[in-house]
Nanobody, 128 residues
Framework: QVQLAESGGGSVQDGGSLRLSCVASRDIVRIDYMAWFRQAPGKEREGVAAVHPASGRQYYRDSVKGRFTISQDSATNTVYLQMNDLKPEDTAMYYC?????????????????????WGQGTQVTVSS
């Protein structure tokens, strides 16, 4: 089992930056994929970025490529999402997920899995 705790959300203006953190309760190198998802009001949850901690392989949805970077710190069991050049359409609740249980497919450029464990979420609001 894995407990996940996100932090780092907030309110920024168009073009601003934020860094989200997700601290896992156990060694992330032994976790099969970790990811960030987001859900805006009235919309379905969508995958944003994913990382395979053991190999470092990273995946991104097309709309965030070049703006968002997923990274990891194995010493602190933390996965980060650095978000630059934020846009109003990035406004959403952002969730960390861990332990892929089923491969869904490639969706909008992102290697998408179903995940076993989820954090509580952290709100990101981008104003124009």
């Amino acid at each position: 089992q894995v407990q996940l705790a996100e932090s780092g959300g907030g309110s920024v203006q168009d073009g601003g930056s934020l860094r989200l953190s997700c601290v896992a309760s156990r060694d992330i190198v032994r976790i099969d994929y970790m990811a960030w998802f987001r859900q805006a009001p009235g919309k379905e949850r969508e995958g944003v970025a994913a990382v395979h901690p053991a190999s470092g392989r990273q995946y991104y949805r097309d709309s965030v490529k070049g703006r968002f970077t997923i990274s990891q710190d194995s010493a602190t069991n933390t996965v980060y999402l650095q978000m630059n050049d934020l846009k109003p359409e990035d406004t959403a609740m952002y969730y960390c997920a861990a332990e892929a249980k089923r491969y869904v497919g490639m969706v909008d450029g992102l290697r998408l899995y179903e995940y076993d464990y989820w954090g509580q979420g952290t709100q990101v609001t981008v104003s124009s």
